[in-house]
């Protein structure tokens, strides 16, 4: 199982990577970097390539909407060189309020974009020129522009000529697709436990038309680590994430989050916290987040207890336990789970 964290930069992007140098040595993986509306995404991922030697630097996630999927196979190949072949792809569809708000988009036919950009992409690493018929028209057909354009390749050569593409995915058929053609699916407010129920004939179906060349599915997933016998207050940390995006990310009727939710078996809890968030109320939203999913998707207790919930995680599946450390010295606790997932 390897290990990794996604880089919080709610402030100031340097002064987060800087971190990152000292988690690498203490034996992290993948470092993540989320992209909703605030800096972009690549920039800083250049700049931890330059910065580290052996984690892999993760897009976590960057939205089919906003780039084309040239574009996005421009920042894979780019990332990739710069890194010495380290660069991971998250992908994902995002949601309407970012792709409609921010980047004035509609936002339509997520499944067969990300499906599509993913073969393009691969395409693309591949040197192959650009030649497709779907959602994405390559070249764009003469009946439409100046009908100048032509099948073009990637100008320089990749240092990899496959990069792993991974798929932020909740929905049934979202996940089925990542199951079938991505190497790797990026779930969220993930419950071990309960994964299977929610997910299991979904990514079972993806799965059986999956290509053998793809190798299995890689997973990654977790939350807040903090070891002890009195930690359990680091659980409150999470309470306002879990609220936003339960009861906020999303207009009512349209919120991925909370049918996630509502999919383990929390409606009453997901239509309060909704109601509550929508109303300005984020402290009694928070407050209405079930313990039981907060101490199931995250890592917080004695360490035994942390052990026993890494094995929970391992269990589900995932193959890249995600760790936020609630500590004075975050790298400590990297090492320290590092030598449990080892």
């Not at 996940?175 to 190497?183: R, S």
Request: hydrophobic share 45%; aromatic share 8%.
């Amino acid at each position: 199982m390897k290990l990794s964290m996604t880089l919080v930069y709610a402030g100031n992007p340097r002064e987060s990577a800087e971190q990152v140098v000292g988690l690498e040595k203490a034996g992290l993986d993948t470092i993540w970097v989320a992209e909703p509306y605030g800096f972009d995404a690549p920039t800083l991922m250049g700049y931890l390539a330059a910065r580290t030697e052996t984690v892999e630097i993760g897009a976590g996630i960057l939205n089919v909407y906003s780039r084309t999927p040239g574009a996005l196979l421009q920042t894979a190949a780019g990332l990739d060189n710069v890194s010495g072949g380290r660069a991971v792809i998250g992908l994902g569809a995002s949601g309407p309020q970012v792709i409609e708000g921010f980047h004035g988009v509609p936002y339509d036919r997520p499944l067969g974009r990300t499906r599509e950009a993913i073969e393009i992409i691969r395409m693309g690493l591949r040197r192959e020129p650009l030649v497709h018929d779907g959602i994405f028209t390559l070249p764009l057909p003469a009946d439409q522009g100046l009908g100048l354009g032509k099948p073009l390749k990637l100008l320089n050569r990749p240092e990899r000529p496959v990069v792993p593409l991974w798929v932020a995915a909740l929905g049934e058929r979202n996940v089925a697709m990542t199951a079938e053609v991505a190497d790797g699916w990026l779930p969220f407010l993930f419950f071990p436990e309960k994964a299977h129920t929610v997910w299991g004939d979904a990514l079972a179906r993806g799965a059986a038309k999956r290509s053998p060349e793809l190798g299995p599915l890689e997973i990654s997933a977790g939350g807040v680590v903090a070891i002890g016998e009195d930690v359990k207050g680091a659980l409150d940390l999470m309470r306002p994430m879990y609220a936003l995006y339960v009861g906020g990310m999303g207009a009512r009727g349209k919120n991925f989050y909370n049918q996630l939710a509502c999919e383990y078996g929390y409606e009453k809890e997901a239509a309060e916290i909704q109601d509550l968030y929508l109303a300005g109320k984020k402290r009694e939203a928070e407050a209405k987040v079930p313990l039981e999913w907060l101490e199931a998707g995250n890592l917080v207790g004695p360490a035994s207890y942390v052990q026993e919930r890494i094995a929970a995680f391992r269990e589900a599946g995932v193959t890249n336990l995600q760790v936020m450390p609630a500590t004075e010295d975050p790298a400590a606790t990297v090492a320290q789970v590092k030598e449990w997932v080892s």
